[in-house]
Structures are given as structure tokens and as C-alpha cells.
């Protein structure tokens, strides 16, 4: 079942958008965002500082146990829209907050909060089918900035993978070694070394991946 990942609404804050005789220097919606930021503090979850992506507006990551959710708000004038997505690469587990639970306890805090009204969630399909002029302002894809730290990380693991393969061969020709000369024990120490790589690589680095990815790193 698709769940409803978009909200439209409207936010009575001051606008604080800053601009200069070359445009916008700071986009509208910051100040909703921040509030919805403290929305989710409140319910415990870790939130870093928006980010902002000019015209496209402003992202929050919220981590929620070892799951990572991506919002981005943008501020159309006449209404604002809240999209949100689950960054995380597995299905939830039992006693994980999932993706519709949340955003059913942020659509409640935003209701008990009088400066936001008119509140209503879409899939993107009924979204697009619901103001087709709307829909052609906000964009859904993932934002670009995310691609180059994505590259990077797995770069880094590859790369540490290698390196970890490659001293477990090492090791364990090292350890034949040894073995053919009947030194039992210092081949079995080279042997364990290179399990204990091998090991690391195949057990250690997914899941410090995992750990970093849903902390929003």
C-alpha cells in the first residue's frame, strides 16, 4: 500500500525569506521547517540543522532508532508542501517506528500547533491529480547534494574492503607457509589474523555503513 508521503498546508509565520536587487539570498520556509524540526526533538528522535537547497527549499533528516527519514518543504506562497521519504535500505522490524507511524505523529503535532491548518496528505499520484499546476512546481526526486556523499562513503568502504582482503591473503599465505615448515602456532596466529580481516570485512563494515547511514552521515 502506498503510503501518503505528501502534505499540503498552510503556515501562519512571518516570512522570512531574505532578499537583494539579484533575487532570493535566503528562501521562505525556513521558520516552518524549524518548528517541525522541534516537532520531532520533542518526540525524541535526533534532527541535525535544515539544510537549505535554494528554490527546491529546505531539507531535514530525521533518525529514528537506526532508521533515517528525508523531508524537504517547500514554500509556494499560497500553500507549502512536505515531502517525505524512507532513507533506510531495509524493512522495518518489529518495534521500529515505520514511515506512516511517523508522519501520523508529526500530522498530530501539527494539528495541535494552531499556526498550521488546512493540513492534507497525498500519495504522489493523487497529488499530481490534485493540482496538476501545483505538482509542476515541486519536484520529487532526491536532491542532487546527497549523490556526491553517497559516492564518497561507498568509495571509502570499498576501498577499506580491499584493503582488509588483501592483508587476510597476506595472512593466510603467509600461514600456508609456516604450516608447510610444521610451525603450528605461529601459522595458526597468521590464519586467525586473517579470518579475524576477513571478518571485519564482510561483518564490521556493513554494518558500521548501516549504523552511519542512519545517523544521516
Known amino acids: 500500500m502506498s503510503v501518503r508521503d505528501i502534505a499540503a498546508f498552510r503556515a501562519d509565520f512571518p516570512n522570512d525569506s531574505i532578499e537583494d536587487e539579484r533575487g532570493f539570498v535566503r528562501y521562505p520556509g525556513l521558520s516552518v521547517v524549524e518548528a517541525m524540526a522541534r516537532m520531532f526533538r520533542d518526540m525524541g528522535f535526533h534532527v541535525p540543522a535544515p539544510e537549505g537547497e535554494m528554490e527546491l527549499g529546505w531539507v531535514l533528516d530525521v533518525c529514528v532508532g537506526k ?109 600456508l607457509g609456516f604450516f608447510e615448515d610444521r610451525r603450528m602456532a605461529v601459522a595458526g596466529l597468521h590464519a586467525l589474523a586473517g579470518g579475524a580481516a576477513l571478518a571485519l570485512c564482510f561483518g564490521g563494515i556493513p554494518r558500521l555503513g548501516m549504523w552511519l547511514y542512519s545517523r544521516g552521515f
Open 67 to 175: 532508521r533515517r527519514y528525508w523531508f524537504r518543504l517547500t514554500d509556494l506562497g499560497d500553500r507549502i508542501i512536505l515531502i517525505s521519504r524512507d532513507m533506510t535500505r531495509y524493512e522495518p522490524t518489529p518495534g521500529d517506528i515505520g514511515h506512516e507511524d511517523l508522519l501520523g505523529r508529526i500530522d498530530t503535532a501539527m494539528k495541535a500547533d494552531g499556526r498550521f491548518s488546512n493540513i492534507a496528505w497525498y500519495t504522489e499520484a493523487e497529488y499530481q491529480r490534485a493540482g496538476e499546476e501545483s505538482a509542476k512546481r515541486v519536484r520529487f526526486a532526491m536532491p542532487l547534494s546527497q549523490l556526491p556523499s553517497g559516492v564518497a562513503r561507498a568509495a571509502i568502504f570499498i576501498c577499506a574492503a580491499l584493503v582488509l582482503i588483501g592483508f587476510a591473503a597476506v595472512e593466510f599465505w603467509t600461514a
